[in-house]
């Protein structure tokens, strides 16, 4: 069993910057797909990004492309989502998934086996 935990949310100002970090433990971490959803209150959950195993492919959603950075570290078992430029329209529950068994890096979530609890990202305006 994978368990996944994200770390580094938190309030901050529009245009300001937050790094999110999500620890892998209980698995083969280089063996996965990486992703980062988030959920706003009363809305559905979307993709953010996603990072291949071997970091050959980076996806981004359109709405943070520019502005976030996914990154991992296959020797630390963490995978990373670097916010810049936040906007208000940012917040939510951000969350990080693994996925074990695409070749590629899946857009949906039930593509992905594994979750982590979430982590709270408010802008302010």
């Known amino acids: 069993q994978v368990q996944l935990v994200e770390s580094g949310g938190g309030l901050v100002q529009a245009g300001g910057s937050l790094r999110l970090s999500c620890a892998a433990s209980?698995?083969?971490?280089?063996?996965?797909?990486m992703g980062w959803f988030r959920q706003a209150p009363g809305e559905e959950r979307e993709f953010v990004g996603g990072?291949?195993?071997?970091?050959?492919?980076?996806l981004y959603a359109d709405s943070v492309k520019g502005r976030f950075t996914i990154s991992r570290d296959n020797a630390k078992n963490t995978v990373f989502l670097q916010m810049n430029s936040l906007k208000p329209e940012d917040t939510a529950v951000y969350y990080c998934?693994?996925?074990?068994?695409?070749?590629?890096?899946?857009?949906?979530?039930?593509?992905?086996?594994?979750w982590g609890q979430g982590t709270q990202v408010t802008v302010s305006s």
């Open positions: 209980g698995g083969i971490f280089s063996g996965y797909n």
């Open positions: 990072i291949s195993r071997s970091d050959a492919s980076i």
């Open positions: 998934a693994a996925d074990v068994g695409s070749l590629g890096v899946p857009t949906r979530d039930y593509y992905y086996d594994f």
